[in-house]
């Protein structure tokens, strides 16, 4: 049974920091390619950032480089996005998603989401 849980949403004021994580469980994460992507009202899903495995290889959104940062933690099956120097325009709800396993990354899962609320 595969299982991605996001958590560490919440409200915070512009320029405020947040830091997300998502645990996965089952036989994913190790080689798989896992990513954050946001949803915001009547908006369509967007891809945040991305992180490869193994080397590590990352990329972002133009709207975030610089502020935000994708890590991974492969003992603990656990993805993270710190995200810094926070924008109204920030506020979605944010989606951990893993995409595998190689070589022909077929399968395709994600998280339950976690609200971010940027405001004052």
């Known amino acids: 049974q595969v299982q991605l849980v996001d958590s560490g949403g919440g409200l915070v004021q512009p320029g405020g920091s947040l830091r997300l994580s998502c645990a996965a469980s089952?036989?994913?994460?190790?080689?798989?390619?896992m990513s954050w992507y946001r949803q915001a009202p009547g908006k369509e899903r967007e891809p945040v950032a991305a992180?490869?495995?193994?080397?590590?290889?990352?990329n972002y959104a133009d709207s975030v480089k610089g502020r935000f940062t994708i890590s991974r933690d492969n003992a603990k099956n656990t993805l993270y996005l710190q995200m810094n120097s926070l924008k109204p325009e920030d506020t979605a709800v944010y989606y951990c998603n893993a995409r595998g396993p190689p070589p022909y990354y077929t399968s395709n899962y994600w998280g339950q989401g976690t609200q971010v609320t940027v405001s004052s």
């Open positions: 089952g036989s994913i994460f190790t080689n798989w390619v």
């Open positions: 992180i490869t495995d193994p080397g590590g290889s990352t």
